[in-house]
């Protein structure tokens, strides 16, 4: 009599999720339009307000040092909220998230594997505009040990508030070829409200109060906390950086945004 066939044991979730980001990562790279948008818009953002703008916002801090926190941040948001609210719609009409429900691969696996995508662009897209900042107007890099773990922390929550945004968003346009107008236009408003181009400290303050309750406010402080001198958080409308609270909004939005996330993704393009 032969011996009963062991069963095969199934890859789990996360080794799964591994696979799937590999697989996100393939298809964001052959993109050459989401490339470009990623990684050169900034750059190209960063070239003509640098060209534009030559004064200074201190004494001794020129403005594409306080531009350059704003893009990183504007940066997360774009590869974070914008690229997944834009992405998912159109995986959804396609009917590819609907194939994806009805295989044993775990839900999660899907997910997964989108965070890796988002974190390992967000991580390039950034670090390619540090060092574009820094050959092209000699923009100083973070100056301590501490504005080095702030840019990483900052970072991270960042790009996870982001993620979990722009999956719980994606559920708001209702066809995949709408989404872009939808979504840009919520980033392009964010951008300007938050501090992004223009020191935040400046703008009105019935503007500053909006900006407020996004994130993108948050991580453009968090940002500046990093690249700017201590000196200049007196310069912030709070007068400081008030890192604890850019921790606490940043980790507020991305507890928000999952409830969102469970509540109302939908895997179909039915309603």
């Known amino acids: 009599m032969s011996a009963p ?3 095969l044991r199934q890859p789990s ?5 591994l696979l799937r980001g590999r697989l996100e990562l393939k298809l964001f790279f052959r993109s050459r339009e989401q490339v470009i948008f990623v990684f050169a818009f900034p750059i190209l953002l960063l070239l003509i307000f640098g060209a534009i703008f030559k004064g200074e916002v201190a004494p001794g801090i020129a403005f594409t040092r306080y531009f350059v926190a704003g893009m990183v941040a504007a940066g997360i948001l774009s590869v974070g909220f914008q690229s997944l609210a834009i992405q998912i719609p159109i995986e959804r009409d396609r009917g590819v998230l609907k194939r994806l429900s009805g295989t044993p691969m775990p ?3 899907y997910f997964i594997g ?3 995508m988002v974190l390992v662009a967000g991580l390039l897209e950034t670090a390619l505009l540090i060092a574009a900042a820094r050959l092209l107007y000699a923009v100083p890099l973070p100056q301590s040990l501490e504005a080095w773990l702030t840019l990483g922390w900052v970072s991270l929550l960042g790009i996870t508030a982001c ?3 722009g999956i719980a968003f994606s559920s708001v346009p209702r066809e995949g070829k709408r989404a872009p ?3 840009t236009p919520i980033a392009i408003v964010l951008q300007f409200v938050s501090g992004v181009y223009f020191p935040f400290s ?5 503007m500053q109060q909006i900006a407020s309750l996004f994130p993108l406010k948050w991580m453009t402080q968090g940002m500046r906390a990093a690249f700017l001198p201590p000196a200049l958080a007196a310069n912030e409308v709070g007068g400081s950086f008030e890192l604890p609270m850019v921790a606490l909004a940043l980790i507020g939005w991305a507890v928000l945004a999952f409830v969102l996330c469970l509540v109302t993704f939908r895997w179909s393009a039915e309603r």
């Open 5 to 7: 066939a062991t069963p």
């Open 13 to 17: 979730a996360l080794a799964l999720g």
């Open 107 to 109: 839900r999660s696996a």
């Open 114 to 116: 989108k965070v890796i």
């Open 163 to 165: 993620t979990l945004c």
């Open 181 to 183: 107008a939808v979504v």
């Open 202 to 206: 400046q703008l009105p303050g019935w």
